[in-house]
């Protein structure tokens, strides 16, 4: 591996993990809503 390519796969799971975190943080401040609104939608097009 080239020291290119470790840097590469470093800065990009730094930033997953910030995305992460950002997600997390909005998904605490939203309302909850069900699992079968979720997934209701998704079975009517299969």
């Given at each position: 591996m080239?020291?290119?390519f470790i840097?590469?796969?470093l800065l990009a799971e730094i930033i997953e993990?910030?995305?992460m975190e950002r997600a997390i943080?909005?998904?605490e401040?939203?309302?909850l809503?069900?699992?079968?609104s979720i997934f209701q939608p998704l079975e009517r097009k299969s």
């Open positions: 080239t020291m290119n840097v590469f796969i993990d910030i995305a943080a909005e998904g401040t939203t309302e809503v069900s699992r079968n």
